[in-house]
Protein backbone atom coordinates (compact mmCIF):
# COMPACT_ATOMS: atom_id res chain seq x y z
CA UNK A 1 0.00 0.00 0.00
CA UNK A 2 1.08 3.88 -0.90
CA UNK A 3 -0.64 7.10 0.40
CA UNK A 4 -0.05 10.27 -1.52
CA UNK A 5 0.33 13.89 -0.26
CA UNK A 6 -2.08 16.04 -2.46
CA UNK A 7 -2.64 19.71 -2.86
CA UNK A 8 -0.93 20.89 0.24
CA UNK A 9 -0.37 24.55 0.63
CA UNK A 10 0.53 26.30 3.39
CA UNK A 11 -1.83 27.79 5.65
CA UNK A 12 -5.01 27.42 3.48
CA UNK A 13 -7.74 24.63 4.02
CA UNK A 14 -8.41 21.67 1.72
CA UNK A 15 -11.77 20.30 1.33
CA UNK A 16 -13.86 18.02 -0.36
CA UNK A 17 -12.05 16.21 -2.58
CA UNK A 18 -13.52 13.76 -5.27
CA UNK A 19 -11.93 11.50 -7.54
CA UNK A 20 -12.48 9.96 -11.22
CA UNK A 21 -10.42 8.20 -13.56
CA UNK A 22 -9.48 6.64 -17.16
CA UNK A 23 -9.88 3.30 -17.54
CA UNK A 24 -10.60 3.48 -21.32
CA UNK A 25 -8.53 6.35 -23.53
CA UNK A 26 -6.03 5.65 -25.88
CA UNK A 27 -3.92 8.76 -24.39
CA UNK A 28 -5.08 9.33 -20.99
CA UNK A 29 -5.71 5.63 -19.65
CA UNK A 30 -5.14 5.05 -15.86
CA UNK A 31 -5.00 8.32 -14.99
CA UNK A 32 -6.62 9.58 -12.22
CA UNK A 33 -7.98 12.90 -11.52
CA UNK A 34 -8.92 14.93 -8.11
CA UNK A 35 -10.55 18.27 -7.73
CA UNK A 36 -11.65 19.86 -4.14
CA UNK A 37 -12.11 23.34 -2.84
CA UNK A 38 -9.36 25.48 -1.38
CA UNK A 39 -10.10 27.66 1.02
CA UNK A 40 -7.75 30.69 2.41
CA UNK A 41 -8.53 30.94 5.64
CA UNK A 42 -12.14 28.68 6.83
CA UNK A 43 -14.81 30.21 7.67
CA UNK A 44 -13.59 34.00 7.38
CA UNK A 45 -15.66 36.76 6.51
CA UNK A 46 -12.83 38.78 5.54
CA UNK A 47 -13.38 39.98 1.91
CA UNK A 48 -9.76 39.70 1.17
CA UNK A 49 -9.96 35.81 1.91
CA UNK A 50 -10.97 33.84 -1.04
CA UNK A 51 -11.95 29.94 -2.32
CA UNK A 52 -11.27 28.32 -5.15
CA UNK A 53 -11.38 25.35 -6.94
CA UNK A 54 -8.24 23.17 -7.28
CA UNK A 55 -7.23 19.80 -9.38
CA UNK A 56 -4.26 17.21 -9.74
CA UNK A 57 -3.55 14.34 -11.60
CA UNK A 58 -2.04 10.97 -10.92
CA UNK A 59 0.05 9.57 -14.29
CA UNK A 60 0.98 6.18 -13.37
CA UNK A 61 4.24 6.20 -15.12
CA UNK A 62 5.53 8.83 -12.71
CA UNK A 63 3.03 7.10 -9.63
CA UNK A 64 2.53 10.69 -7.76
CA UNK A 65 0.43 13.06 -7.90
CA UNK A 66 0.68 16.49 -9.91
CA UNK A 67 1.43 19.93 -8.34
CA UNK A 68 -2.30 21.37 -8.16
CA UNK A 69 -3.56 24.42 -10.13
CA UNK A 70 -6.14 26.17 -9.79
CA UNK A 71 -9.35 25.58 -12.35
CA UNK A 72 -11.85 28.04 -11.65
CA UNK A 73 -11.65 31.49 -13.23
CA UNK A 74 -13.21 33.11 -10.57
CA UNK A 75 -13.58 32.88 -6.67
CA UNK A 76 -15.65 32.92 -3.90
CA UNK A 77 -15.91 33.66 -0.28
CA UNK A 78 -14.19 31.28 2.69
CA UNK A 79 -17.71 31.00 4.62
CA UNK A 80 -18.65 27.67 3.36
CA UNK A 81 -22.21 28.66 2.47
CA UNK A 82 -24.04 29.19 -0.70
CA UNK A 83 -20.96 32.43 -2.20
CA UNK A 84 -18.62 29.57 -1.59
CA UNK A 85 -17.24 27.86 -4.74
CA UNK A 86 -17.71 23.92 -3.67
CA UNK A 87 -18.49 20.45 -4.81
CA UNK A 88 -16.04 19.97 -7.67
CA UNK A 89 -16.70 16.65 -9.23
CA UNK A 90 -15.36 15.31 -12.54
CA UNK A 91 -15.50 12.76 -15.22
CA UNK A 92 -14.03 11.14 -18.16
CA UNK A 93 -15.25 11.45 -21.80
CA UNK A 94 -15.04 8.85 -24.82
CA UNK A 95 -11.14 10.20 -25.78
CA UNK A 96 -10.18 11.20 -22.86
CA UNK A 97 -12.00 15.00 -22.30
CA UNK A 98 -11.91 15.62 -18.17
CA UNK A 99 -15.09 17.41 -17.55
CA UNK A 100 -15.85 19.85 -14.52
CA UNK A 101 -18.61 20.87 -12.17
CA UNK A 102 -18.88 22.96 -9.39
CA UNK A 103 -21.68 25.04 -7.52
CA UNK A 104 -21.30 28.43 -5.95
CA UNK A 105 -22.80 32.23 -6.50
CA UNK A 106 -26.15 31.03 -6.80
CA UNK A 107 -24.96 29.44 -9.98
CA UNK A 108 -23.74 25.72 -11.37
CA UNK A 109 -20.52 26.35 -13.26
CA UNK A 110 -18.54 23.77 -16.04
CA UNK A 111 -15.60 23.61 -17.52
CA UNK A 112 -13.72 20.99 -19.58
CA UNK A 113 -9.95 20.00 -20.54
CA UNK A 114 -8.87 18.24 -23.83
CA UNK A 115 -5.25 17.77 -22.62
CA UNK A 116 -5.30 15.53 -19.52
CA UNK A 117 -5.89 18.87 -17.22
CA UNK A 118 -2.80 20.25 -18.21
CA UNK A 119 -4.59 23.40 -19.14
CA UNK A 120 -8.83 24.38 -18.82
CA UNK A 121 -10.90 26.21 -20.65
CA UNK A 122 -13.59 29.54 -19.59
CA UNK A 123 -15.58 28.31 -16.65
CA UNK A 124 -19.67 28.46 -18.13
CA UNK A 125 -22.71 28.75 -16.22
CA UNK A 126 -25.16 26.05 -17.16
CA UNK A 127 -27.73 26.62 -14.78
CA UNK A 128 -29.19 28.85 -12.31
CA UNK A 129 -29.46 27.17 -8.39
CA UNK A 130 -31.87 29.35 -6.71
CA UNK A 131 -31.11 29.96 -2.91
CA UNK A 132 -27.23 28.15 -3.51
CA UNK A 133 -26.00 24.64 -2.89
CA UNK A 134 -26.11 25.06 1.25
CA UNK A 135 -29.87 24.25 1.55
CA UNK A 136 -31.72 25.11 5.06
CA UNK A 137 -33.57 21.97 5.48
CA UNK A 138 -35.56 21.11 8.61
CA UNK A 139 -34.86 18.75 10.79
CA UNK A 140 -31.03 18.25 9.63
CA UNK A 141 -28.18 20.11 11.01
CA UNK A 142 -27.08 20.76 7.45
CA UNK A 143 -27.86 20.13 3.70
CA UNK A 144 -26.38 20.58 -0.03
CA UNK A 145 -27.42 20.75 -3.51
CA UNK A 146 -23.96 19.92 -4.83
CA UNK A 147 -23.17 19.17 -8.33
CA UNK A 148 -22.34 15.81 -10.39
CA UNK A 149 -20.99 15.16 -13.36
CA UNK A 150 -21.30 12.12 -15.10
CA UNK A 151 -20.60 11.15 -19.05
CA UNK A 152 -22.02 8.39 -20.91
CA UNK A 153 -19.21 7.44 -23.39
CA UNK A 154 -20.71 5.18 -25.88
CA UNK A 155 -23.00 7.72 -26.82
CA UNK A 156 -20.63 10.78 -25.77
CA UNK A 157 -23.76 12.69 -23.42
CA UNK A 158 -22.91 14.47 -20.87
CA UNK A 159 -24.75 14.91 -17.66
CA UNK A 160 -25.10 17.10 -14.70
CA UNK A 161 -27.30 16.51 -11.13
CA UNK A 162 -27.97 18.88 -8.66
CA UNK A 163 -30.87 20.28 -6.39
CA UNK A 164 -31.90 23.62 -5.11
CA UNK A 165 -35.47 25.58 -4.50
CA UNK A 166 -36.12 26.60 -8.08
CA UNK A 167 -39.66 25.29 -7.59
CA UNK A 168 -39.65 27.00 -4.01
CA UNK A 169 -38.49 23.92 -2.45
CA UNK A 170 -36.12 21.55 -2.88
CA UNK A 171 -36.04 19.52 -5.82
CA UNK A 172 -33.31 17.19 -7.92
CA UNK A 173 -32.51 18.06 -11.39
CA UNK A 174 -30.67 17.13 -14.05
CA UNK A 175 -29.65 18.81 -17.42
CA UNK A 176 -27.41 17.19 -20.36
CA UNK A 177 -25.49 18.16 -23.25
CA UNK A 178 -24.97 16.41 -26.39
CA UNK A 179 -21.91 18.37 -27.73
CA UNK A 180 -18.97 18.18 -25.49
CA UNK A 181 -20.96 21.02 -22.97
CA UNK A 182 -21.15 23.88 -25.49
CA UNK A 183 -25.25 23.41 -25.14
CA UNK A 184 -27.21 22.36 -21.74
CA UNK A 185 -31.22 21.27 -21.97
CA UNK A 186 -33.23 23.18 -19.61
CA UNK A 187 -33.31 21.62 -16.28
CA UNK A 188 -35.54 18.94 -15.48
CA UNK A 189 -36.72 18.11 -12.32
CA UNK A 190 -36.52 14.21 -11.63
CA UNK A 191 -38.41 13.90 -8.45
CA UNK A 192 -41.13 13.80 -9.08
CA UNK A 193 -42.54 15.66 -6.54
CA UNK A 194 -45.65 17.95 -6.78
CA UNK A 195 -46.08 18.79 -3.47
CA UNK A 196 -43.84 21.07 -1.17
CA UNK A 197 -41.71 18.15 0.11
CA UNK A 198 -38.12 18.66 0.03
CA UNK A 199 -35.69 16.25 -1.88
CA UNK A 200 -31.75 16.86 -1.75
CA UNK A 201 -28.16 15.33 -1.60
CA UNK A 202 -28.46 13.97 -5.32
CA UNK A 203 -25.83 11.72 -6.21
CA UNK A 204 -25.42 9.74 -9.88
CA UNK A 205 -24.38 6.99 -12.38
CA UNK A 206 -25.36 6.12 -16.06
CA UNK A 207 -25.37 2.70 -16.93
CA UNK A 208 -23.61 2.89 -20.26
CA UNK A 209 -24.84 -0.19 -21.69
CA UNK A 210 -28.12 1.27 -21.99
CA UNK A 211 -27.64 5.05 -21.86
CA UNK A 212 -29.87 4.95 -18.58
CA UNK A 213 -29.03 7.69 -16.17
CA UNK A 214 -29.68 7.01 -12.52
CA UNK A 215 -30.04 9.59 -9.76
CA UNK A 216 -30.14 9.00 -6.00
CA UNK A 217 -31.18 11.35 -3.40
CA UNK A 218 -33.31 11.93 0.01
CA UNK A 219 -36.86 12.58 -0.87
CA UNK A 220 -39.28 13.63 1.82
CA UNK A 221 -42.73 13.56 -0.08
CA UNK A 222 -44.19 10.54 1.92
CA UNK A 223 -43.32 12.50 5.39
CA UNK A 224 -46.25 15.54 5.99
CA UNK A 225 -43.43 17.77 8.54
CA UNK A 226 -40.30 16.97 6.79
CA UNK A 227 -39.30 14.82 9.86
CA UNK A 228 -38.67 11.71 8.14
CA UNK A 229 -36.69 11.05 4.50
CA UNK A 230 -36.50 7.90 2.24
CA UNK A 231 -33.70 7.37 -0.33
CA UNK A 232 -35.85 7.17 -3.91
CA UNK A 233 -33.76 6.53 -7.22
CA UNK A 234 -35.00 8.11 -9.87
CA UNK A 235 -34.47 6.26 -13.69
CA UNK A 236 -33.68 8.81 -16.81
CA UNK A 237 -34.02 7.67 -20.09
CA UNK A 238 -33.51 10.20 -23.16
CA UNK A 239 -32.57 8.14 -25.80
CA UNK A 240 -36.31 8.73 -27.49
CA UNK A 241 -38.29 11.37 -25.64
CA UNK A 242 -37.07 12.09 -21.96
CA UNK A 243 -39.02 9.38 -19.84
CA UNK A 244 -38.88 9.34 -15.94
CA UNK A 245 -39.60 6.63 -13.35
CA UNK A 246 -39.30 6.83 -9.50
CA UNK A 247 -38.49 3.85 -6.59
CA UNK A 248 -38.15 4.28 -3.20
CA UNK A 249 -35.34 1.51 -2.19
CA UNK A 250 -35.34 2.20 1.22
CA UNK A 251 -37.90 -0.38 3.72
CA UNK A 252 -38.89 1.97 5.79
CA UNK A 253 -38.98 5.87 6.63
CA UNK A 254 -35.82 6.72 8.47
CA UNK A 255 -36.55 9.70 11.34
CA UNK A 256 -34.05 13.07 10.92
CA UNK A 257 -31.25 13.68 13.53
CA UNK A 258 -32.50 17.14 13.84
CA UNK A 259 -30.56 20.52 14.14
CA UNK A 260 -27.78 19.39 16.94
CA UNK A 261 -26.51 16.31 15.09
CA UNK A 262 -24.08 16.15 12.20
CA UNK A 263 -25.27 13.84 9.42
CA UNK A 264 -22.76 13.91 7.00
CA UNK A 265 -22.52 15.51 3.51
CA UNK A 266 -23.48 13.12 0.50
CA UNK A 267 -24.57 10.04 -0.29
CA UNK A 268 -23.00 7.56 -2.92
CA UNK A 269 -24.32 5.36 -6.21
CA UNK A 270 -22.50 3.18 -8.32
CA UNK A 271 -23.47 0.48 -10.76
CA UNK A 272 -21.42 -2.84 -11.54
CA UNK A 273 -22.84 -4.53 -14.75
CA UNK A 274 -26.68 -5.35 -14.21
CA UNK A 275 -26.87 -4.44 -9.94
CA UNK A 276 -27.10 -0.87 -8.90
CA UNK A 277 -25.85 0.41 -4.86
CA UNK A 278 -26.44 3.08 -2.76
CA UNK A 279 -24.83 3.85 0.54
CA UNK A 280 -26.31 6.66 2.72
CA UNK A 281 -26.76 7.80 6.22
CA UNK A 282 -29.22 6.54 8.84
CA UNK A 283 -30.41 7.52 12.34
CA UNK A 284 -32.33 4.98 14.39
CA UNK A 285 -33.48 5.26 18.47
CA UNK A 286 -30.59 8.15 18.62
CA UNK A 287 -27.72 5.35 16.70
CA UNK A 288 -26.08 6.48 13.52
CA UNK A 289 -25.53 3.84 10.69
CA UNK A 290 -23.81 3.43 7.35
CA UNK A 291 -26.42 1.55 5.06
CA UNK A 292 -26.05 -0.43 1.81
CA UNK A 293 -28.66 -1.14 -0.25
CA UNK A 294 -28.26 -2.84 -3.51
CA UNK A 295 -30.26 -4.95 -6.00
CA UNK A 296 -30.90 -5.30 -9.92
Sequence with gaps: EKSYSVGYN??????????????HSDRYKGNVYVTWT??????????????????SKYIPAQDSFSTAITISDGTGNCQDSDSTLEGATTTVGPKGELYAVWSGLDKIWFDYSTDGGNTWNTDKVIASQPEGWDMEMPNIQRANGMPFVQCDKKRDIIYVCWADEYSGNADVWIAYSLDKGKTWSTRLKVCLDEYENHQYFPNMIVDESTGIVYVAYYDQRF???????????????????????????????????GPNVFYGDYI????????????FTSYYNENMAIELVSGK
Design 10 to 23: NRKMQDKPWLSSDD
Design 38 to 55: EFDKYASKLPEDKSRIRF
Design 223 to 257: SDQNRFYDISVSKIDISQEVQFSVSTITKQSIPLP
Design 268 to 279: DIDLQKDKLAVI
